[in-house]
Every structure is written in C-alpha cells, then in structure tokens.
C-alpha cells in the first residue's frame, strides 16, 4: 500500500470524521509504546497555531537543534504535516507507521485523524530529535495530539469555532483547549485577553501559568521591537516575516515558551532574531507580487477574517479586489462576509472536493440574502460568480482583474491548497500588455 491507500484505508476505517474522545487513541498509543524522548511544545488555540508552530520550529533550527513538526492540515501533499529538520519527509517514510498502526490498533476503531496523527507521532519519536512541536487539531482535552504529555503548552487566540464540540462562548472554548495543560509544567497564553477559563484550570491543577501582559509583554516601534519576560529579555528585533496583525503576540508565545525550557533548549538572541524573520508558512496572509497581486490566506472563522480584513486594509490602495472563497458548510458565513464584505468588490465562490464544504451556490445564495437584509456594508454592487473548484476560480479573477487590482484567495484549507497544487500562481494580467 502506498500513502494514497493508507490515507483511503483511513477514511473508511470510522463512522465519524469527527469523534470527541481520548479512550481509543489512548489504547492504542499503548500498544504501540508510543513516547518522546525529546520535550515536547504542544500548541492549541482558535487561530495562530500554524503561525506559532512555524516560529518555533524556525527559531529551534537556527538554535542548531534537530527539531520534528507536526502541523496540519497540509495544503497540497500530506506529507507537508510531518517536518523534520525544517522540511517534509518523504511519503514513503511514513509507511511502516501506517503498518504499525494498523497492527496496533487491533479491533479500535480509529477516525482519519486519530489514525494518521499516531503514524506521525510515531514517525517522529523515531528520530534522534531534540525538540518536538505537536500542533492540537479540534480543541484540545479530548483530541488525539493530547495523548500525550507536552512540556510546555501553548495557547495561541481564543474564539469561537466548531461551537458544535467546543461550545457556544469563548469560556466553554478555553476550557477545552485548556485540556492540553499538565500539572507542574509550563502553559503559555499569548491571547491578550483570555478567557478565564484558562486562568482557572492552570490554578485547578498547578500549572505554571505565563500569560501576555502579565509574566511577558512586548512593544515596538515602526523599525523593531522588543519582548520582556520574567527573566529574559530581547531588544532590537526585526519584525517576523510572516505578515499580519497577530504576528507579535505569536512570536511572543514562541519566545515565552523557549524561557519556560531554557535549562532544556537555551536560545541565543541570534537564533531568535534570524529564525523569527527567516520563518515560513504557506497560506498565512502569503501575499505574491505580480500584476495584480495575489493574497492567500486560510482565514476561515471570523476571528482570523477579521484579521485577515486589517491586513488588507494596511497594504495600501487597490483600484478592485476580487475574492475567491470556498468554506466548509459548518463554519459561520454570515460572519465572515460581514467582517470582510466591504473589501470585496467581486466573488467568486468556488465548490470544494470535500464532503463537509459549502457548494459555490449556496454560498452565493448566503451573500446575496445577508445583502438583501441589509447586513453587509459593501462598495456599489459587488459582482458574484460561481466556479467548480478554486483554480478555476482564480483564473477567472486574474481574467477581470486590472494589473492594479488585487486577487484575495481565502477560506478553506482546500481553497488556498487548490491554487497552490501545481505551484505558486504568477499572475501577469493581460490588460496591461500593448496589442
């Protein structure tokens, strides 16, 4: 079987894509005899994770450790959700972990993500490793990641998304992506305002609790910043290469979980000024130079649209942004399209290959009723369009684009993934070119 099998064999395997419970991953854990040698960074939260992990795993390299990533979803090839050493393995190497796996599991039932997030774990403790970063899927308490015990943990923004397991206010949310913490051990917020959910159960069980604004803080200028902690500081820093208002509170999160491992992981200032501005991520408020230019970005809840909607805001003026968006059906539309409505002057909504997405049309029939209601504030008349799938989306838009305008790719994981399957797109309008 090749990985495309396993990951078929995956996907038949559980009636549910989604199963809220540690009883099953726990037994097989066991039977596979699954640990870490190497601390290991656990990150949860709503939105930022990916960005979180990105710096952490950015800043451990240019520190000269041997560092394994688990991160997720992938964008284009699965094997994108398992790094070691700063690059994807290969998909073959993945393969006796299925197997193992397979064998382990006995007559458990595993879901799509239980299954595979075991053969990555397993496919890292493998490794001669000196730090391991594991990024929380759904959650935090019950989700498969929180088999094990992490060293430190990490809590990026809190708000409010799969309300359907995670509950309907950012309290509820807090205290399941509080699940992650462990007694005695270091737990960083890097939400400036948390819920106090978070605050309670670190008290519940003894953890040592660092929060933004209390045990760390940062502030900067227009040139470079600076973060203090309970007994480190960095001064005279760059600003982190990835783009977005939010970058700053996670690479605050990055810098107090790497004080909380010190006597385990020591950073120097020079690690931490060239893996924050060398890091990389895919689809992270990504934005491609070109006529016109070309965002990608994989806000997908209000919170991280609303974000998504400053940054456009301060990358100065374009004449017409045209958007191509494709979302899953459970996520909060009428949200989205009001935090983001007045940015976009044309939709193009695309269908996606996956079951749980909204189809183009319904998601035009939304925009059109919360328009009709009076719930969007838009600029004159937007334009709508339907598509197939999101390259077919995007070429549209590059069609009716001016060199000047801009073209938003954003929403889904699989939006973002389809425009990037066969590369970065280079835009080059033809309306600019003499005839």
Not at 8 to 31: G, N, S
Request: one cysteine or more.
């Amino acid at each position: 079987m090749n990985l495309d099998d396993w990951l078929a064999h995956c996907e038949r395997l559980h009636p549910k894509q989604i199963d809220m419970t540690l009883e099953r991953v726990a037994r097989v854990r066991d039977a596979l005899g699954l640990k870490f040698e190497a601390p290991v960074i656990m990150v949860a939260g709503t939105n930022g994770k990916g960005s979180t992990c990105a710096m952490l795993e950015s800043v451990a390299l240019q520190a000269g450790f041997r560092v394994g990533l688990y991160i997720k979803p992938h964008l284009v090839h699965f094997q994108e959700r398992c790094r070691v050493g700063g690059a994807p393995v290969e998909a073959d190497s993945l393969l006796p972990h299925f197997e193992a796996v397979e064998k382990a599991r006995g007559d458990v039932s595993l879901s799509y993500f239980e299954f595979t997030t075991l053969a990555i774990m397993r496919r890292l403790s493998q490794e001669p490793l000196d730090l391991v970063i594991l990024e929380v899927g759904l959650g935090g308490r019950l989700d498969a990641v929180n088999c094990i015990d992490a060293d430190c943990s990490i809590i990026t923004s809190i708000d409010l998304d799969h309300t359907e397991y995670l509950g309907p206010d950012r309290e509820s949310v807090g205290r399941e992506k509080a699940g992650i913490m462990r007694a005695g051990r270091p737990v960083v917020v890097s939400d400036p305002m948390p819920p106090a959910s978070l605050a309670a159960r670190a008290a519940e069980i003894g953890a040592d609790l660092r929060q933004l604004g209390k045990d760390f803080s940062f502030n900067g200028d227009r040139q470079q910043w600076q973060w203090v902690g309970r007994e480190k500081r960095f001064s005279g820093m760059a600003y982190p290469s990835l783009r977005g208002v939010n970058q700053l509170l996670n690479a605050s999160g990055v810098l107090a979980a790497f004080e909380a491992l010190y006597q385990q992981l020591p950073i120097s200032a020079q690690a931490v000024r060239t893996g924050l501005s060398m890091v990389e991520l895919p689809g992270r408020f990504q934005v491609v130079p070109g006529q016109p230019a070309l965002v990608l970005d994989v806000a997908h809840n209000p919170h991280a649209v609303a974000a998504l909607a400053q940054n456009l805001d301060q990358m100065g003026f374009f004449p017409r942004t045209h958007a191509v968006f494709g979302a899953m059906a459970d996520k909060d539309l009428a949200q989205i399209f009001e935090r983001i409505a007045h940015l976009v002057d044309d939709w193009h909504f695309c269908d996606l290959e996956i079951p749980r997405a909204a189809k183009a049309d319904a998601l035009a029939e939304t925009f059109e009723s919360l328009r009709a209601a009076g719930r969007l504030k838009t600029t004159g008349q937007p334009s709508i369009h339907r598509h197939a799938d999101p390259v077919s989306a995007l070429s549209a838009a590059a069609a009716a684009a001016d060199p000047a305008d801009r073209i938003l790719v954003f929403g889904s994981f699989y939006t973002v993934g389809g425009v990037l399957k066969n590369g970065v797109p280079r835009l080059q309008s033809a309306k600019h070119l003499p005839t």
